[in-house]
């Protein structure tokens, strides 16, 4: 005869059963990463690299789908679509903020509709100047563009790219009056300032290790908030001072599961990205990138993106940039 006891016993195992299940069934086939940049890039590898030490945690293949497109619309409305089972990842980053703030509209909302895992790796930007450039710093580029307004200008990739909003930021934060002139991809950028037609660029600093490596573009400043070990002599632009004391802007990327993902998968899944990220290997092989390993809880990553949404969102309305 059962008891009170055997009841309440058996009515918590009934209860607790199926989370135990689903967290033992988890991962119980491949995992796919939706990368919304083209195979071969920074993100891409990033992507790769995580992705193989989770397939061998998980005991799962990991395979990364590339699916880029503007603003990574294609890869984010593919998530939104995907099962809610943890097996779908999307990479994202500042510049899903960006589109978050950039576009009148969306097949997917991105607070409602992903769920945050981790953080994968942060990456400077920088402000760089031809090796030959009157511009010894920062300060004094700074002063020139104070004293003589509209006169400055500053090259960036496309408009509304994370380079190009951090650009229309330096340029209010510093209080300075200067032409943001946007491009199509960082090469022409580089062209322009080495040849002359621009006074100064900010970009990821990735792509330009290796002109300011062969001494042909000259670092003033890195616009996060410390120096970086890529270029530990340049310093942070909070570093001149003034206005600037404070200035903070880095780029980013992590993963993202759909929002409906169980908490506990949720919370696999970021103890395994995070133990990932503190492997020496994984470590250097970022670092080669140019990036920096960084994880981070769910929480803290979901607070980076809604921080960047409601900033860059800011950068848009008082540069006056067309909602897209």
């Known amino acids: 005869m059962w008891t009170k006891r055997d009841l309440l016993a ?4 009934a209860i607790l059963w199926p989370l135990r299940v689903r967290a033992q069934a988890f991962p119980s086939k491949p995992l796919k990463i939706l990368v ?3 195979a071969g890039g920074a993100a891409d590898l990033t992507a790769r690299t995580v992705g193989q030490k989770l397939a061998d945690a998980l005991g799962q293949p990991v395979v990364i789908d590339n699916r880029p497109s503007a603003g990574g619309i294609v890869a984010g409305e593919a998530l939104s679509r995907s099962p809610a089972d943890g097996h779908t990842l999307l990479l994202v980053s500042s510049g ?3 589109s978050a703030a950039l576009f009148k509209s969306l097949p997917f909302d991105t607070a409602k509709d992903f769920a945050p895992v981790s953080m994968l790796a942060s990456f400077d930007l920088g402000i760089v100047v031809a090796q030959d450039s009157r511009f010894k710093t920062l300060g004094e580029l700074v002063a020139y563009a104070k004293a003589n307004p509209g006169k400055l200008n500053i090259g960036t990739p496309q408009i509304g790219t994370t380079q190009n909003l951090a650009a229309e930021l330096f340029k209010s934060t510093a209080g300075i009056d200067a032409q943001i002139v946007p491009f199509n991809g960082t090469p022409p ?3 322009a300032v080495r040849g002359g037609q621009l006074d100064a660029m900010l970009d990821i600093l990735g792509p330009l290790m290796s002109q300011i490596n062969a001494k042909a573009l000259r670092p003033l400043a890195v616009l996060g908030a410390k120096r970086t070990a890529l270029l ?3 310093p942070a632009a909070r570093e001149t001072g003034g206005s600037l004391a404070h200035f903070d802007v880095a780029s980013w ?3 993202a599961v759909p929002a409906a993902t169980p908490k506990d998968v949720v ?6 990205v995070n133990a990932a990220l503190a492997l020496p290997d994984v470590k250097q092989k970022l670092l080669d990138l140019s990036l920096i390993a960084q994880g981070s809880t769910p929480a803290q990553l979901a607070s980076q993106l809604d921080r960047e949404v409601k900033r860059w969102g800011e950068v848009i309305a008082r540069a006056n940039i067309p909602k897209q």
């Open 232 to 234: 530990p002599d340049t």
């Open 253 to 255: 990327n992590g993963l």
């Open 96 to 98: 899903t903020a960006v």
């Open 10 to 13: 058996a009515s918590a195992a």
């Open 267 to 272: 919370a696999r899944l970021s103890k395994e």
């Open 36 to 38: 919304p940049n083209a």
């Open 189 to 191: 950028v580089i062209t």
